[in-house]
Each structure stands twice: as C-alpha cells, then as structure tokens.
C-alpha cells in the first residue's frame, strides 16, 4: 500500500501565502517534513487556483519536485492547471483526477491519453453525485472504465477512488463498509486488476476534533488494506497512523517480516 | 464485535497469588479495572491449576462473578477444572475450550453437550497441530463441526477459534491474512452462521515491547473485525486499542453513528 501525504493543500494558509508571494521554502519544508514521516508520495492539493492557475500549479509542482525524489499526484478539478502541472515536471506524475462528469472526460481524460499518465477515476455519477451504495458504484466503475478504455488509455495506468464519504453523512459509516466490498469486487468485476486508491480523511470531514478523527481513520485504514487498497491518501503527519499503515504493509506483504518496517 | 479481557490470567504473580492465599481482592480489582476499560466478558485463564484445581478454579469463578455482571469465560485445558467452574458458575458461561485432541473431545465437549454451554472450538489438529495454510483450517473445521454435531451439541453454542499465530513465526504473518479469509468463508463451508473468536495477542506472543505489541494488534483487529469477527479475547488494558475497537465495531455496526460509541 502506497502512502500519499494529503497534507499539501493550498487552503492551508501557510501555502497559499507561499505561491501568492512566489516563497519556496514553507512548501519545501512541510514536503520535507511529509517525506520524513513516511510519505511515499505526495499530492498536490491545488484547490481554486485563482487568476493564474497555470503559473501557480507549475510554481507548485516545480518547488515539491526541488524538495524531494517521490514521486507526485497533481490534484485539480482545472484542466489547464492539469496540463500546468504535467508540463512542468520532470518526473511522472499522477493525474488526480477525472470522473465521468462531461467537462473532465473531454478536457482531463485526453491529457492522461496524450501523456500516458498515470491517472485517478473517481466513482461519481455524471452529475458529480456520489453513488449511495456498493452496487450504484459498481455501475459507474463499470461505465467509467469503458470511458477510460475508449478514449485510448492504458488499464495499467487507471487508479479507482471508490469514494469515501464522512461519517457524519446519513449511512455515511455503512457507506465506507461497501467502499471496502468494492474495492475487493473491482478486479473481479472489470476483468483487470485495476489498482485502487482512497482519500482516507474524507471519512472524518466536518469532524473537529483531531483525536476522534486519527482513530476512526485508524480503525477504517486496515480494513481498506486487507480488502485490498494500493494506494491511501491521508495525513502522514500523525505518527500513530502511518505506523499502523506501516503495520498494515508489513502484516499483508509476502517479504519475511521484519520490525524494520513496522 | 464481543470484547473479552484476557487480562486474568493466573500466571500473573498477583493472580496466583491471590489463589494461593484464597485472597479475592486482587482479582476483583483487575476485574473492575477491566470492565471500566471496556470488556464485554472476562475470560479466566487458569493455566496449571497445581494440586487442587477444582477448588482453584470454583475459587475464580465465585470471585470474578462478586466482582461483575459481565459474562465469564472458564479458560482452562482441563476438564476437572472446567466443569468445576462451571458448577461454581451462577450465570451461564462460556467454555473455552476443545478440539479435535481425542482426549478434549472424550472430556470436554460432553460437558457443553450436557450443560448446554457456548464452547470455544479450536480450528487444530488432532495430534494438536497449528494447521499451516486456510484450507488446513478449513478442513479442521469441517471435521470439529461435524465431531460437535455428533455429541448432539447446538451449532448456535459453538465459537470457532481459527488461531492466530505469532508473526514472528515462519510465515506468521501470512497465516495471520489466511486466519482472515478463514474467518470470513467460515459460514458458507459450513453452511451456518457460526460465531468465531481469536486471541489477539498471540499475534504478537514472544514480542517483549509493548509498543510493538500494541501497534501490530491494532493493525490486526480492524482487519478481523472486518472479515466478521464476532468475538475478541485481547488486553482491554491498553486504552488505544480498546478505542480501535470500539471504534471498528461503529463503523461495522448498522446502527446510527455516535461519537458515544467509539
């Protein structure tokens, strides 16, 4: 299981200060900071990007890549700040990401096609809805899939988010328990053994109070791990979850075990 | 998902202690301690009973049930000692427990059979074997159903144990996944919904630092409770993970979701 560090996000105003002022250095030190506690990745969480998204996505990218060797996730809903992005790496990043809603499957599901990227397909109704059972996102994994396949692209390089949704929501804690059947139902569903990934924090959005939600998110994260999950994003600044996704690694891998990497 | 405290267990000194000398109060505050912590039931672990382990055992259980409301488990290999217990026993117990060891199943299974009495039944071989992969468990377990069948026993009274092993076993972990996948095809090989209950803390048996202890048992128990554990015999003394637990147990529940329950 990948880890992804969510914790670049440019609502936080330390970031969004640095790319207004064009300041490397707050984004370099918590990509340091995330890469030291454990992140295998790291996502860039561009959130509205203001007048000039193309400049401040390609700032972004270009700082995260000046600060750290793992690889990286550009999070948009902008195409433009997309392809931003994608231009002003120098590495293979992921694109995150796309779904079937009408405007991303023209604009964002081409630049994965022209540039062979890696890339994430949410499970969201045309609409942008978020299914309501197992069943309704197995249907749109289905479609969404066939999207995917039509326009070109390799299965190898799709990742699935099935959609966590907060707890808080109505059914909201039912609704992660299906989560955990799809995830363990894709494979055998599409034919392919498309490789899946989850924003763990969205099950505890709305929720205050950090300790209620590091332990929820560490009770849910080892079962997204035994179901199978390749990829979570999540806060890999609170020590007692990455040990348990560490944990989680160690338990389901097919190495020898060793306490190293627990 | 039941928790059970492991925490009594005679090989503490302060326990045998107290047996010794027929002293019940430091097995009453252990008791307390644990039902403030968050267990469901107490399990007596009575290890070797030395001379007298009638009176030993009708000792423990009179002094836990003075102590508690909760449900007691009478954890002992011999069957002097369980029926012992079972006869000091003012309130059903559970009985834990037997297998497919001739000898178990001469003396102990008659007991639940005549008393009625949940019993735990240990997925090992005859000769007292570990099974080494999930389909050696499978087949245990085809052959204890049937052996318990057979003695005329009701298949609701019954509470499979799959045994976890430690990690640091030849491939522990990895039976540590098969014990997952045996937990969760337990139903359909056997074509009812029987109970199942692991010891938590074997995972981890011979591990000397708690911290390690802890964080590979908490990575563990949410992968159980999500193949459908329905039982947990664990040491409800380690705050954390008594709040993974419960916490799993939420998240797994089809009730409506309340911070008051994790």
Redesign the interface.
Known sequence: MVIVADNLQIIRNTISGAVATGNPEPIRALVRQCAAAGADAIDINSGPLGRSPERSMAFLVATVESATDLPLMIDSANPVALAAGLAAATRPAILNGFSLEPAKVEKILPLAARTGSDIVGYLLGRDGHVPMSADERMAVAVELFQTYMDAGCDPARLILDPVVVP??WQE???Q??EV?DVIRQLPDLLGYPVRTIVGLSNLTTGVSIPD?RG??E??????L???GLDMVLMNVLCP?SI??AR??R?????HI?S?KK?
């Open positions: 707890v808080t909201g804690h039912r992660a328990v955990l209620r332990i929820l560490r009770a849910y994260l080892p079962m791990a035994s179901a007692e040990r348990i944990a989680c160690m338990l389901l891998s097919n075990f306490w627990v």
